[in-house]
């Protein structure tokens, strides 16, 4: 509920404060529909709202991918970012800019195969080799290596396919438009709705995989279902926000020292907390410098990895890596 | 009753259980027993189906488990591995999980559900750490969570793969009795142990396993008398009293 009531407040300082500070009473003119010719209006219409509706989405997708990469790989260190999701998906979506320059509505689905077929690699040699947790995070370490080097050379070859490559590979909300939002925005809101539907799922799979399947859980399908919806998420996410890295980290760690383990309240939490960090980096991404404005991604950097290691020191016991 | 018939199986085309049959009965406790690599966990893993068999029938009171789905098999059928790693959670969830093969879609927790659980706190005396998490446990403590979430799930087989290794001795004890009580409420308790002493001393029944085959099968005394132990294990075993032996290296075959 808290969660809930941050987020509002996070949302409308979002759709506020910028370059130009829209006011309360100008705010409730917009919602009203008055004067829809007006310079605010046009800000609010075409850059506030899609930028602050992109930060909430891309937070909650992350977050939730993280926390469920988490539990299905059984493993605190793995998350879109670091087992290379994250390069897969951004990887597919550079290439499907240079193959289909006009096409934004394929960007989402690329991203997703990109990311799925990224988490599927690295899960299925984890599961051949046996492999300990450590090592499933070399394993994607590794194919996420590969991948930014992929993105790196089509960066080289073609360095017109984006405006902003720059934002896309640290993540930045800056090129959101309504139009690449609302293909992503479905996916996510889908893949949200069944990752609220499967948290029980999450939790007997966290028992290991010998006691699940005593249990009566089918085992495989379940892991490739979960990871499935993990990869949606984190595309989509990718696909407008770029290689946003850390939230799909620290949120779900974060979320669990505050409302505990247990998924069927984390991986609301997820949603409610990611959307509310990744807001709230943006907010400060655009208000630290202005005029100027900082891609998002550096930000959370900033902002995240004091945070955590904070509660790395503070609640160290909470965080069984 | 469950009974195995010619059951091969193991892993990656390798046999580790070879053509074994057994009956284990209601109400009974069946330790099978062999030494390192001769095949007893995987004989459990094929029971539970985490392995196919490659060969052989399993039956549950006269039918095919191969014939069950998932959800019934895990309600007929309980299973405690050996190797786990320790999940996030406290351990009155963990309990609670034992009742997920009995869940609907809407996942809500029936009275039955409930009652369950309880019976299964009593039993195991578990009801100080219900909010503790996993991980603050001892590893004894730890191990009758485990063993009350199986409780929970209410199964009419019970398989466990060494509950008490690495446990204190007066836990292991205190654990076996907790294994006991479950026989006395007619189910049929199959425990893999590594702990010889353990096996005769509580068993109604031991099984003796050397290279994925039964070599023994019958009451801890017999067992031992017949030397099957002994042979085996390459040691020597001496009862001393009406459940209790004692072990000592073998010096005729010179491995000492």
């Not at chain 1, 893949?191 to 859980?217: C, K, P, Q, T, Y």
């Not at chain 2, 809407?106 to 009593?122: G, L």
């Not at chain 2, 204190?168 to 893999?192: A, C, P, R, Y």
Request: with cysteine.
């Amino acid at each position: 509920m808290i969660f809930l009531i941050i987020l509002v407040i996070a949302a409308i300082l979002s759709l506020t404060f910028g370059t130009v500070t829209i006011t309360p009473a100008q705010l409730l003119e917009i919602i009203n529909g008055k004067d829809r010719a007006s310079t605010v209006y046009r800000i609010f219409m075409y850059v506030r709202l899609p930028r602050t509706v992109a930060a909430m989405l891309a937070g909650s997708a992350l977050a939730v991918s993280g926390a469920m990469i988490q539990s299905v790989l059984n493993n605190a260190l793995a998350s879109p970012n670091i087992i290379g999701v994250n390069s897969g998906a951004g990887f597919a979506t550079m290439l499907c800019m240079v193959l289909f320059p006009a096409q934004t509505w394929l960007l989402p689905p690329a991203a997703f195969v990109g990311a799925f077929i990224t988490a599927l690699a690295v899960s299925t040699i984890a599961m051949k080799i046996n492999a300990s947790k450590i090592t499933i995070i070399l394993t994607g370490v590794a194919i996420g290596s590969i991948l930014t080097a992929g993105i790196n050379t089509i960066k080289e070859f073609f360095p017109d396919v984006m405006v902003g490559s720059n934002s896309f590979m640290v993540g930045g909300l800056s090129y959101v438009t309504d139009e690449s939002l609302k293909f992503a925005g479905v996916y996510i809101i889908i893949g949200l709705i069944v990752s609220i539907l499967f948290r029980s799922e999450m939790n007997v799979l966290s028992l290991g995989e010998d006691s699940a399947h005593s249990l009566g859980m089918n085992v495989k399908a379940y892991r490739f279902l979960l990871l499935m919806i993990a990869a949606v998420l984190a595309g989509a996410a990718v696909s407008f926000a770029g290689l946003l890295g850390f939230v799909g980290l620290i949120v779900p760690h974060g979320v669990r020292v505050f409302v505990g383990e247990d998924n069927k309240t984390v991986i609301p939490s997820c949603i409610l907390v990611g959307a509310i960090f990744v807001t709230v980096c943006d907010l400060l991404a655009r208000l630290a410098f202005a005029p100027f404005e900082l891609p998002v991604g550096i930000v959370m950097s900033f902002l995240g990895g004091p945070f955590f290691i904070w509660l790395l020191l503070t609640k160290r016991r909470h965080i069984n890596a | 009753m469950l009974e195995l018939l010619h059951l091969t199986g193991g892993y990656n085309g390798e046999v580790k259980v070879n053509s074994l049959s057994a009956e284990f009965k209601k109400d009974e406790i069946t330790a099978i027993v062999g030494p390192n690599g001769c095949g007893k966990s995987t004989l459990l893993k094929l029971i539970v189906r985490l392995l196919k068999p490659m060969s052989g029938k399993i039956i549950l009171d006269g039918s095919d488990v191969s014939s069950l789905n998932r959800k019934e098999s895990a309600q007929k059928i309980s299973f405690l591995p050996q190797a786990r790693s320790i999940p996030h959670m406290s351990a009155g969830s963990l309990i609670l999980h034992g009742r997920y093969p009995y869940l609907s879609y809407s996942r809500k927790y029936t009275k039955k559900d409930q009652e369950a659980v309880e019976n299964a706190i009593m039993i195991t005396g578990t009801e100080k750490f219900r909010d503790t998490p996993m991980d603050r446990l001892s590893g004894g403590e730890r191990q009758k969570v485990y063993i009350a979430m199986l409780i929970a799930q209410d199964t009419e087989v019970v398989l466990l793969d060494e509950p008490t290794t690495y446990l204190d001795m007066n836990h292991q004890f205190e654990l076996m009795n907790i294994i006991k009580s479950l026989k006395q409420q007619g189910k049929t308790v199959v425990i893999v142990l590594h702990d010889l002493s353990l096996a005769l001393q509580y068993a109604d029944r031991v099984i003796v396993m050397d290279q994925g085959k039964l070599t023994a099968c019958g009451a801890p005394r017999e067992i031992c008398l017949s030397g099957t132990i002994d042979k085996v294990f390459h040691i020597h075993t001496q009862r001393i009293s009406s459940s209790q032996y004692v072990f000592s290296p073998d010096e005729k075959n010179g491995l000492f």
